[in-house]
């Protein structure tokens, strides 16, 4: 089992920025890639960034591309999103989430496990 708590979702202006963090424990972190996925309001949950195992690939939804950026510290069992530039359709429930494999489709399917969420609203 790996057990994920996101954190650092609060209210923020459009043009803004904000970390979120996701700490693991439990089984070893580095052999799992991460990701983070966030669910608006009405909306079904999409994928936003992952990175594999190491830190040294990544990929990135369309949406965020250039403005998100995700890394980890295997030391600290963590796992970041960087999100700058935000807009208001960037307000959502973002979750992180642990896989076995990695490549660059990720789905809800492919996710063995889940944190419980950290809310980030961004004004306009």
């Known amino acids: 089992q790996v057990q994920l708590v996101e954190s650092g979702g609060r209210l923020v202006q459009a043009g803004g920025s904000l970390r979120l963090s996701c700490a693991a424990s439990?089984?070893?972190?580095?052999?799992?890639?991460m990701g983070w996925f966030r669910r608006a309001p009405g909306k079904e949950r999409l994928f936003v960034a992952g990175i594999n195992w190491s830190g040294g690939s990544t990929v990135y939804a369309d949406s965020v591309k250039g403005r998100f950026t995700i890394s980890r510290d295997n030391t600290e069992n963590t796992v970041y999103l960087q999100m700058n530039s935000l807009k208001p359709e960037d307000t959502a429930v973002y979750y992180c989430?642990?896989?076995?494999?990695?490549?660059?489709?990720?789905?809800?399917?492919?996710?063995?496990?889940w944190g419980q969420g950290t809310q980030v609203t961004v004004s306009s």
């Open positions: 439990g089984r070893t972190f580095s052999n799992y890639a």
């Open positions: 989430g642990a896989r076995a494999t990695y490549n660059n489709r990720w789905t809800d399917n492919d996710i063995r496990y």
